[in-house]
């Protein structure tokens, strides 16, 4: 919800923020119709900024806002052609939007953004699309920050907004929060998107500094939504895995600021100013996860979150518990079998008991084709085989690591670790 | 015997065709249909939606893989259909997962075409 780009007062906009995945997915709900939706909610909010600075914030903005889209929206629809099909229900709308007391009473709004976000991740919407029309109905960005944020043009967003909404009308996409069996798959692509979201703002390079950070702070705000709405709707399930990714969103966002070095180059895990680390996030992340393994179901994100724990509660790298991260990876290899996970663990493995220990399991992933491009891959081969002072099969990998990076930085790093060499 | 006859377009042509050009294909279909079933030819016919309404749902390690657009394997061919009447996708892709098929191969929904 954009009105007027700079021209908003700050806690107009904040509200505008604040409710306006809210109201936009009570309003889907009501006509289910996004383009009418959208646009009853634009009008809305163009009205909100017409009254409000003269007569002052109504008691539940959310709740005005609601009920003047709704207003807004049967008007366009009296406006349409084909009224005389429609007329039965618009009576019933019309009759609720008056009947609604002017007190506004929050009872009368039932949350539906867990129906809308449920939608616009469904898994026949792809992956991208999934991402910006969840940014675009429960974030409020419009199609230009989504496109400066993922580094495309903006024409692309529209247009892949536009085909999945005509895909979720075409192909007879239900609006509602899946049925009990469909939703363990339903919240896993949930909780991606939103770690996806998470992952763009936090690690992508290049583009707008302050808008990528913009966009994890979203994902956080996405995240602890999904928390609520999940313990609302009774669904304790799936309560854990949702923990877990907002705490490992929390622990990895607290490092935001030691992540960068002065010139924008990254700094590694261990080389990072630890008195930088967001303290507050920190003790967010660990409260979320003491919840989240409470429940005893471990997930993936669960387990990500306890191994970035491990990190975030060591005042120095050594003092890092890396038998107990090996262990996570244990678990983590167990569940969620990727190249990458088990190159994780042999790294902690290696860490906590030995480079030997460490460079066998390395070894042992030397034929996977996803790791040969992989830098970390030949990083961990060449760190190893340097700790057990075999300086050529280092120097192998340290080049053949060169080679791939993909950053000036990431080269100069190799470069320097090459030159320690000889 | 029976047969069944797949018909298939150009989308981009379909797309840039004037309200003319689509008034006369339309007629063309309609004396076609009659004639067909005046002779109690046709069993069952439908137009679809374009592919970009595809859903795409195969099965594997008992894992339902679904996704966005048309099927596009070269390897693989039409090998049968079922029309179904479902309550909406998710009920399509259920369906889809349980043809037997969607383990070695892939099932392709296409939404039918309503002329309002």
Known sequence: MNPQP????????????KYGGRVLASLISAYGDFDLAEDALQDAALAALERWPKSGLPPNPAGWLTLTAKRKAIDTLRRRKNLASKLPALLDQENEATAMDETLEEAAYP??????????????ISQESQIALTLKTLGGLSNDEIARSFLIAPQTVAQRIVRAKRKLRGAGIPYRVPPIHLLSDRVEAVLLVIYLIFNQGYYASGGDTLL???????????GEMLVSL??????????PEARGLLALMLIQDSRAAARLGAEGELVTLEEQDRSRWDREKIEAGLHQLELALDSGQVGIYQLQAAISAQHARAESPAETDWER???????????????IVSLNRAVAVGMAYGPEKGLALVENLAQDDQLSGYVPFHAARADFNRRL?????????YREARALAGSKAERKYFERRLGELS | MQYMLLIYVDEDLEAGRSEEEFNKLFQEYSAFDEEAKAKKAVLSAAALQPASMATTVKVRDGKTVITDGPFAEAKEQMGGYYMMECENLDEAIEWASKIPDS?????????KLVFE
């Open chain 1, 212 to 222: 990528r950070k913009e966009l994890s702070d979203e994902a956080l705000r996405l």
């Open chain 1, 389 to 397: 002072g075999r300086s050529q099969a280092a120097a192998a990998a």
């Open chain 1, 6 to 17: 700079g021209e908003t007062p700050p806690e107009i906009s904040q509200i505008f923020r």
């Open chain 2, 103 to 111: 383990k070695y191969g892939t099932i392709e929904i296409r939404p």
């Open chain 1, 230 to 239: 999940l313990i609302l709707a009774g669904y304790d399930v799936f309560v």
């Open chain 1, 325 to 339: 991260i090996a262990a996570y990876y244990g678990l983590l290899e167990e569940i969620h079998p990727t190249p």
């Open chain 1, 111 to 124: 949350d539906e953004r867990l129906k809308l976000i449920f939608t616009v991740c469904h898994p026949a």
